[in-house]
Structures are given as C-alpha cells and as structure tokens.
C-alpha cells in the first residue's frame, strides 16, 4: 500500500442533526424483563389472537387479515400498558484527545545514512527529502507531524495535544519549529508530565516521535504502568536508522585557532570504531579547502593517516605544511574525513571542519640576557639576525659596555637601555625572553627595575609571551619571591636550586613528555618517530650537560620535556614547561643549550625550535589583530542548547582601560549570516564588558570586533552536541516497541506509519457524559388513541362485513 495514500484522511461526514451534546430516545419505561415478554406475553397475545378466529368461517385472506387487526391492537395496548416514552437527553461531548510527544533533544540533529534500507528511503522520498542521508531526524520528526499525523487525528475526531521534549516538556504549538538543542533525553519524564496536564480529560493515546535513546529522568517502565493504569496506548514511530550500528566518528581533540603566517598547521583528532570487527583500519585524511571556491577545485589532500578503529578511539595529529590563507578572511580552513564504511548508518559524525585565523603581522622580540654565553651568542647572533621576515628582535646584554651597539633586526634601531615601562611593553613586543639576569640588575635605578617586572607581568596579563631561560647565576634563583615567579609555569624549591644538578659530566637527552602526541614547540619534524629519535637517541640532537632543578609543573601547565635520569619526590625533572597567565603564553626553559642542536645538522632544528617557541608565545598577542582589544571566552567548546558568555577587554588608544558603557561585536554561526552582538560595561571595572549569545546549531562559531569593515579581535568556539546526546547516537527501536507493548500500543518505524494509523488510531473516540434527562409519556396523547382506535374499528367494519357477532 503506498505510504501516504494509507495515511490521507478520508471525506468529511455530513453534520449531524442533532446538537451534539442532545441526544433522543425512545424506551418502555415498564417492559417485562425479556423472558416474560418471550415465554408468557408473546405466547398468550399468540393463543389470544388464534382462539378469537378459530371456530368462524372465513376464506383465508379474511381470516389473516382479522387475526392481524386483532394482534395490532393487542399489540398497541400491551405497548401503551408498557409505558412507552421519549428520551430527551443532554451530555457532555468530549472529543478524544491524543498527545504527541516529539523528541526535540540534540541526538535528533543527527543525519543518518540508511544506506540498504531501501523501504525508509521511500518513505522519506514520499515525505519530500530528496536526500535522505542529508535530512536530520528533527525534520523528518516535523515533516511526519505536519503531514501526516495532523490530518489523520483531526479527521478522526482527536484533539491533538502537541509538546516537544528533552530535557524539558514544552507545548508545541501551530507552525513552531523544532530546535533540537536539548542536552538530555527525558521521555519518562515527559510521559508523566504529559499525563498529569491532562488528567481528568478523556486522553484515549500518545504518540511518541523519538529515536527512542533516553539518558536521564523517570523510567520508561514506570511511565509505561501509569499510562496503562490510565488505559491510555502509547505509540511509536522510531525515528533514526534502526539497523545495527555500524560508525566511524571523528572526535575533534586539539586545533589551534589561530597562527602565523608560515606556521605548520596541527590537528589532532581521535577516531572511533563502533560495531567493527576488531583489527579493522580506516584512514584519516585532511584536506584544506577555499570556502570562496563552490567547486572544490582548489581542495588538496594536505595529510593522511592510517590507523585501527577501535570503540576506544585512536589519537592522531595531522600536519598541514605551511601555506598562504584567504586573503579576504585571512584563514586557512580545513576538512577532517574519516573515509565512510560500506553500510556505515550515520555519516555527519565523519567529518570536522576547522577554521585557524592566520596573522600576518610580524612578531616583535625582545632579548635580554646577563652575559655573552653560548645560548646568547647562537640565537640572538644567529638565529634572530637571519630569521624571516616574520621575526623582529631587539637585544640587550646587561655586560656589555655603555658604548657597545646591542643586537637588533636590520629595520629596528639598537636599544640603549632596557624597555621598562608598561607602555614601551605593550607597544612594541610581542614576546619577551629573559635570559639569565636578575631582574634587580635591569637599571641603576631600583625603581625602574621593580617597574620592569610590574610592566612585564601585565605584559603576560594582556596576551604577550615570556620565554625563561635558565642559567647558572640568576634564573631562576633571583625571581623567588619577585612578581614574576608567579607569571612562570614552573614551582621553585630554594633547596634544589641551591645544590644544582647532581652530575653534570654525564651527557642526557631530554625525554618527550608525550612523543605520540608533541606539543608543537618540541615538534622538529613531521613524523613522530622521527622527533622522537631527534630528542632521545644517540642518533639524534647532541646532549646536554646541565639543567636547573625546579620542583615541578604549576596545575595546568603543561610538561614538554622530562630529565631521562634525574628526579625528585614528584617524578622526573621537567625541563621545558609550557604556561598560561591568565590570557598570555609562558615557556620555561631548564636547559641553557640548545646551541648544542647546531652540532651535526647545523642551524636546521635549531631554528626549528626557536622558530616554534617564538611563534607559539606569540599567538596570545597576535591572534586578535589589534592589540587593543581581546575577546575572551570561557571555553572553545560548548554544548548545543547552553549560552556562550563573551567578555570584551578594551583599551583606549594609551592603552587604559576604555570607559565606553557598551561594546558592539559581531558574530556568526556556520554559513551564516554576521548579526550584532552588544557587550555591557561591568560596573567598577573599566574595560571590561560581557554579554552572551545562545547557539542555535553546531559547527564552529565567530566572535569579532569590526570596525571599517576590517576584523580587529576575534575568538571563536566549536557547538557541539551534549555528551549525553552524542555518547550512544542510535536508535532504540526495542525500548520504544516495549514502551507500546506496555500500554497496548503499536511501536513501528517510519516505513510502517500506516499499521500505526490503521490499527491504532481508529476515529470516533467521543467520550458522552449525561448532565440530564427529561421524559415524554408518548401514549398521552391524542394521536395514541386515534390509532387505537382506527385498529379497533377497522375490525369492528370488517367482522360486520363478514357477518360476525
């Protein structure tokens, strides 16, 4: 039977006569019980009529028609003794009430692929998606609501009761939308609900739309007894692709949301393998693409990895080499896929998308070091002076002599004092390194040196990188108990720092915190065995002798490198640390050699390192284009259906904070259209203003600050779907059908909705409750005796004409 054909509803009745809360009938108010009527009265009216006939001569037509008059109007008295009235009752008519619960949760923007199930197809075709792969269950939900379950419940007479649920229960009114944004599954609780609303009133079913997953809330079971205590059927039409779960997704893991312009691009990813044999391989391939370019043309394979699906998940990092972006948006974008699986039953979860803002300004350091030694000499006398056009730098050396010309970028005049003020700071850099120097040494004046590390700390504060390098004199001892100790990611111990490395005649090789996944700094190549070999074999970097022992990592920050050998009652000495504080980027180094990495390889990874270091400490500066403006968000990733707070932190042109009682941004979501974005002043704290916007879909978002047309400052965050919602996508056809099995309901897919509105929803469920009733003696009146009567004498004529006494 053709799909939708079944569920059209059928011509309309005429209207009845009567109004529909009156009804009329008739009754013999003092009728026998029926076996009198049956064994006494029809009987003796029988023996009565005979015997009145029996002993006369008459032709037969005669004697029929007598005895006939005869029974008439034994007949009419018996009914007139029997009290024969009319009925006139008034009741109240209460139309059949049929509740629809639509899953409006987040699992219910999934897209599934129904590969081999050809029957759904159609249906879906027949429902007008010409793409059903590319159809979410929340529209397929809308589209069986509209079309066909709405006209089939108003030709049967049911007064639809609509509501969407998720974590809540809420009317679902004419022409509204789902959202499918909620973070949890509640169909127990809906159930209760929506039977509680309505108790009282004549709800004869509910039909349920759902994939049928909950994740929280009342129990089905529990739902399932009241409903049937209340001898409600509840149905269903599961939703979703019901055959077993066959999937490949891919789980977003690290990505940078912004670089510089020649930066090796890193995504890390983890992939996972649900109903797979084990032992089965698939390949990861990221592409980056021109999102200007409609024919993906210009799409090119940047990386590829293979590796095992497993339910687990596998971590990988794919590299993109270094590139140029879009020239309007100044973004690279890229495509995560992982490669579908023949008979995979959801495909939107098989790829990422990544958008990295790339920043073409120049990257502005500064230097200071204590003494010429050898860490000095190879980076800020080699690997600065011939660094790319990218890199600005200025040095100081506090050993040098009044007269001596300090190290600088060709296009950057020599420095002739130490910048200290707050202003020179954050004008001028972007990343400052301290070499070994105490910080008390800066200027002869003591002042100027306590408000170099004042600057310097809220240098850090306001998004600049500071690079620490550890030395045999000064750093890190001469920073305990200065502000700076708490800018560094690293805790100090006065004991270690005094007794030093235990054997510094022993070469070591640092130990890669996490070689299968490298923070970038210590990423020196692409392959990841490669790098490791690099950092830990013999085959590698040349070794180093002396490190400082700092007591271990502050919470939060992160352990790049670890002492091979050497340790203390909280595990192996970190030797390089990276550090946030709060909005910049800090990089302790424990080592004071990476000059060492010239020796066999030359200035190749050497430079690599630097290169990395600098850019990463960057990046906090740099992302936001104008330095003067900084959007904050407090996480990169959101569940779909929570509010995202945005704070603005503004400064005026001489970097103070700005006064302005309002802040205008803008914003967008995926393929969507920019709209306006008002963050307000935070009162008692200048500069500083927030507001909020509510994501209605997921995908990957953007917070900026415009101004000309041109972006200044920008932030973005992924939308994703609440780990609740994403933990089991599939269906749950068998939950659903024992939900119905419960209540005597009918459970079904979405091919077979026509048995649910055949079987289940039969029309003419009118409930009739009597208000009251008035009776109308049909004998007393005067057409009862003129029957009577004409019955009487039409035999009376008759038995004259035939000559009867």
């Not at 032709?59 to 018996?78: D, K, N």
């Not at 948006?329 to 790829?351: C, H, I, S, Y």
């Not at 707070?645 to 969507?672: H, I, N």
Request: hydrophobic share 40%; with cysteine; aromatic share 8%.
């Amino acid at each position: 039977m053709n799909f939708l054909a079944a569920l059209l509803p059928p011509p309309q009745a005429g209207a009845n006569a009567l109004d529909a809360g009156t009804r009329e009938t008739l009754q013999l108010l003092d009728l026998p019980e029926p076996w009198i009527v049956v064994l006494v009265v029809a009987p003796a009216l029988a023996l009565l009529v005979w015997l009145g006939y029996r002993g006369e001569k008459l032709s037969v037509g005669a004697r029929l028609t007598l005895t006939f008059l005869r029974a008439c109007a034994l007949l009419l008295l018996l009914g007139i003794l029997a009290r024969p009235v009319k009925v006139i009752q008034r009741e109240d008519v209460q139309d059949a009430i049929a509740l629809v619960l639509v899953d409006d949760s987040a699992s219910m923007q999934r897209k599934d692929a129904y590969a081999g199930d050809g029957a759904t197809r159609r249906a879906l075709a027949q429902l007008d998606f010409a793409e059903p792969a590319q159809v979410t269950r929340s529209a397929v939900a809308q589209r069986v609501l509209e079309r066909v379950l709405a006209p089939k419940l108003a030709s049967g007479g049911y007064a639809a009761k609509n509501f969407a649920f998720g974590a809540d229960l809420e009317p679902l009114g004419p022409g509204a939308s789902l959202n499918a944004r909620d973070a949890s599954t509640r169909l127990g609780d809906a159930l209760l609900q929506s039977l509680a609303a309505h108790r009282g009133r004549h709800v004869t079913d509910v039909i349920v739309l759902s994939d049928g997953r909950q994740n929280a809330g009342a129990s089905l079971l529990d739902a399932a007894r009241a409903a049937s205590s209340l001898g409600v059927n509840v149905h269903s039409i599961v939703l979703g692709d019901t055959r077993p779960e066959l999937n490949v997704a891919l789980e977003l893991v690290e990505a940078p949301s912004s670089a510089l312009d020649g930066d090796e691009i890193a995504i890390t990813v983890r992939v996972v393998g649900r109903g797979l044999e084990r032992g089965r391989r698939g390949e990861v391939r990221l592409e980056e693409y021109d999102p200007e370019d409609p024919d993906g043309r210009a799409r090119r394979v940047a990386a590829t990895a293979e590796l095992e699906l497993s339910e687990n998940g596998e971590r990988t990092t794919l590299i993109a080499r270094a590139g140029p972006a879009n020239r309007r948006t100044q973004e690279r974008r890229f495509r995560v896929e992982a490669a579908p699986l023949a008979g995979e039953t959801a495909l939107d979860d098989n790829v990422l998308e990544v958008s990295v803002h790339v920043s073409p300004q120049k990257v502005r350091v500064l230097y200071v070091e204590g003494y010429p030694r050898w860490e000095y000499r190879r980076l800020a006398l080699d690997m600065l002076k011939r660094a790319d056009e990218n890199i600005q730098f200025q040095a100081f050396l506090l050993s040098a002599n009044p007269d001596f010309r300090h190290e600088s970028s060709k296009d950057l005049p020599s420095l002739a004092r130490v910048p200290f003020e707050r202003k020179e700071l954050l004008d001028n850099y972007d990343v400052v390194i301290l070499g070994d120097v105490n910080p008390f040494a800066i200027s002869p004046d003591p002042s100027a040196s306590e408000e170099f590390m004042k600057a310097l700390v809220e240098f850090v504060e306001r998004g600049g990188g500071l690079c620490a390098i550890a030395g045999e004199y000064d750093l890190p001892r001469a920073y305990v108990g200065t502000p700076l100790e708490a800018v560094f990611p690293v805790l100090f111990d006065d004991a270690e720092l005094r007794s030093g490395p235990s054997d510094t005649r022993r070469k070591y090789r640092p130990r890669l915190e996490d070689p299968d996944h490298p923070h970038e700094i210590v990423r020196l190549h692409s392959e990841l065995e490669v790098n490791r070999e690099l950092w830990e074999e013999e085959s590698g970097l040349w070794g180093m002798h002396w490190f400082s022992p700092v007591s271990r990592a502050k919470p939060g920050a992160q352990v790049l490198l670890r002492h091979p050998r050497e340790s203390n009652s909280y595990g192996a000495y970190p030797l390089a640390v990276a550090g946030y504080y709060p909005s910049g980027r800090t990089l302790f180094l424990a080592f004071d050699e990476t000059w060492t990495f010239r020796y066999h390889w030359g200035p190749r990874f050497h430079e690599r390192f630097w290169r990395n270091a600098i850019r990463w400490l960057a990046l906090g500066r740099l992302r936001s284009g104008d330095r003067r403006y900084r959007i904050e968000l407090a996480r990169t990733s959101y569940d779909l259906g929570a509010r995202v707070g945005v704070e603005a932190r503004v400064l005026d042109e001489d970097y103070r904070p700005s006064t302005a009682q309002t802040q205008e941004l803008r914003w967008s979501a995926p393929e969507g259209q920019p709209q306006d974005l008002i963050l307000t002043a935070v009162e008692g704290r200048p500069g500083l203003f927030r507001g909020s916007v509510e994501p209605s879909r997921t995908g990957l978002h953007r917070v900026w600050v415009e101004q000309a047309g041109e972006r200044l400052s920008g932030a973005e965050f992924e939308v994703v779907i609440p780990s609740l919602e994403s933990a089991d996508p599939t269906p749950a056809p068998a939950a659903l059908a024992e939900l119905a099995a419960l209540t005597g309901g009918v459970a079904v897919d979405l091919a077979h909705a026509d048995e649910l509105v055949q079987k289940a929803l039969p029309g003419g469920e009118q409930r009739r409750d009597p208000i009251s009733a008035r009776l109308d003696d049909i004998w007393d009146h005067g057409w009862t005796l003129l029957v009577v009567l004409a019955v009487l004498s039409a035999e009376w004529i008759l038995r004259k004409r035939f000559e009867l006494v």
